[in-house]
């Protein structure tokens, strides 16, 4: 599976857009980019996860570059609620998730 | 609610007890997995199972035991344990399908202390 790169912490304010960066230079291409995140001490939360198209849904958008060599996680208006460790995990076919450390994203009032 | 329960929330052990924790889910996902998480560390795959099958275990020390009687409960029995056994563990399920596409949904996890 494909490492990734990402911050170690990102600040937001509440309401504006949250735009969380991922690195996967190495990933090939059946590899799927997958995104989770963590409240404290809560099981980690799924949020979305694309292959080569960009993906939406009522949680997120990712962005996946046409080289595929890295993507973005958007939260679109960032609550408080948000605050989390963001999860960005390369996984091809019957692997099992892999997760790094992830990228703390604070959101302030 | 992401449909994935476990029980205990929070256990408190000593070293020479025997306790096992206990994972249900409500999904209809077919296959099931342990993950551990100490303080400051990512989280770490002990077990998998497939289909009811375990199809891969992380050489994780055998004072840890899965059981899968069926493909909605998932069971670790803790014999032994150390205090570095500490942490907070996590059950998943997800729906395993041709493509690889396998989304996990994760319950809320028990918080062990092993005094």
């Known amino acids: 599976d494909a490492k990734t790169t990402q911050p170690t912490s990102m600040d937001c304010a509440e309401g504006r857009a949250a735009n969380l960066p991922c690195n996967h230079s190495?990933?090939?291409?059946?590899?799927?980019v997958y995104w989770y995140r963590q409240i404290h001490s809560q099981g980690p939360q799924y949020i979305i996860h694309?292959?080569?198209n960009n993906e939406t849904n009522e949680m997120a958008s990712l962005i996946i570059t046409e080289d595929r060599k890295s993507s973005t996680l958007i939260l679109p208006h960032a609550t408080l609620r948000d605050t989390a460790v963001y999860y960005c995990i390369g996984r091809s076919g019957y692997s099992t998730l892999t997760f790094g450390k992830g990228t703390m994203l604070l959101v302030s009032p | 609610e992401t449909g994935v329960t476990q029980t205990p929330r929070h256990l408190v052990m000593g070293m020479t007890n025997k306790k096992s924790l206990k994972c249900e889910q409500h999904?209809?996902?077919?296959?099931m997995y342990w993950y551990k998480q100490s303080a400051k560390k990512p989280l770490e795959l002990m077990f998998v199972?497939?289909?009811?099958?375990?199809?891969e275990n992380n050489s994780v020390p055998s004072r840890f035991s899965p059981e899968c009687p069926n493909s909605s409960h998932l069971f670790l029995h803790l014999h032994t344990l150390q205090p570095e056994d500490s942490a907070l563990y996590l059950c998943?399920?997800?729906?395993?399908?041709?493509?690889?596409?396998?989304?996990?949904?994760f319950g809320p996890g028990t918080r062990l202390t092993v005094l």
């Open positions: 694309g292959l080569k």
């Open positions: 999904l209809g996902h077919n296959a």
């Open positions: 190495t990933i090939s291409g059946n590899e799927y």
């Open positions: 998943a399920s997800s729906q395993a399908r041709m493509g690889g596409e396998n989304e996990q949904f």
């Open positions: 199972y497939s289909l009811e099958e375990r199809v």
